[in-house]
């Protein structure tokens, strides 16, 4: 009987008792633990190019609002202040005969006094009482303790040259014999122009009272800088208006220094501009936030008005530390 015989399978196993690999096997990698700490260069590039990036938005953002935002409030100021002056000069008033001179209130920051027409730059701008960083954000405004225009003595009157409006933007273009015209309940009243200089913001003296009859007009010098005062200086064309003795409750005292304040920007609103601007990015970081953990896109479509709101008033308020006729 023919026996059958088997050859049992090779079981190779190497002297570690561990099993062999096949021909073709890979014996697997072992895993490297990763440092904990490891610094990425290339993550600190990209978080400091988008944050020079937001940067130059909120440059631009702020640019814009000052140079175009500034303006658009400033032409709706003007329509109702020159409503205002003309239903003003429309009122018949009626004069008794005595001897004593016409007595006049004095007239209240903020509101329209007259209109001042240049014709060589095309300035046709409602001008009102007092040179705040408030009044001059609607026109021209009045320096206070000189005289209304038209009276006898030095009239000074401030105006913004690149911000709401820029009223004074192209004054520096004025040259001698150019005619200069003042609107008032009073009258019309012609000035022509004979000198032009620049000074420094501290020099007031421009601002004194003179012998002769002029019109002296400041702005900041030279464009998008407070660094100096550009001042044009007109002469009275024609009679003087006749000067109204001042009311009971008129101010009487020297020039105040705090109506002047406003010239070169008020540290009182440092508070509000902290805080709104503190508001703003807390509301970018909550964005962000939420945005990480919930749906990115529709998180921003809802933040971002609310972002542009509390911007908006932030810019509204950093704006009054800026000088206020720049």
């Not at 990425?40 to 640019?63: E, Y």
């Not at 001897?99 to 240049?118: C, F, K, Q, R």
């Not at 609107?183 to 012609?190: D, H, K, L, P, V």
Request: include cysteine.
């Amino acid at each position: 009987m023919a026996t059958t015989s088997t050859v049992p399978a090779r079981h190779d196993h190497g002297p570690s008792g561990l099993r062999r690999k096949g021909r073709f096997g890979r014996r697997p990698r072992p895993n490297r633990p990763r440092r904990a700490h490891s610094f990425d260069l290339r993550k600190v590039v990209r978080g400091v190019g988008k944050t020079l990036i937001a940067t130059g938005v909120l440059i631009f953002l702020f640019v814009a609002y000052q140079l175009w935002g500034t303006g658009i409030a400033q032409a709706r100021d003007q329509r109702a202040l020159k409503d205002q002056i003309n239903k003003t000069m429309a009122t018949p008033t009626t004069v008794s005969p005595t001897d004593a001179p016409p007595t006049t209130v004095a007239p209240i920051p903020g509101e329209a006094i007259g209109v001042i027409e240049i014709p060589r730059i095309g300035v046709d701008q409602a001008v009102v009482e007092g040179v705040g960083v408030e009044d001059l954000k609607k026109g021209p405004g009045r320096y206070p303790d000189t005289p209304m225009p038209g009276q006898a003595g030095n009239v000074a009157i401030a105006g913004h040259r690149t911000t709401y409006g820029a009223p004074f933007n192209r004054l520096d273009e004025l040259s001698n014999g150019d005619a200069i015209n003042v609107r008032t309940a009073a009258g019309t009243f012609r000035y022509e122009v004979f000198e032009s200089k620049v000074v420094s913001p501290d020099e007031v003296s421009v601002l004194d009272p003179t012998p002769d009859n002029r019109l002296t007009l400041t702005t900041c010098n030279p464009k998008y800088s407070a660094a100096e005062r550009l001042i044009v200086v007109a002469a009275l064309v024609g009679p003087v208006a006749p000067s109204a003795a001042p009311a009971a409750d008129a101010p009487t005292t020297p020039r105040d220094p705090t109506a002047l304040a406003g010239l070169s920007g008020t540290s009182a609103d440092k508070g509000p501009a902290i805080v709104w601007g503190a508001l703003a990015g807390v509301v970018w970081l909550l964005a962000w936030a939420i945005g990480k953990r919930w749906r990115r896109w529709p998180t921003y479509l809802i933040a971002t008005p609310v972002f542009l709101i509390v911007l908006f008033v932030f810019f509204e308020n950093f704006a009054r530390l800026l000088p206020s006729n720049v």
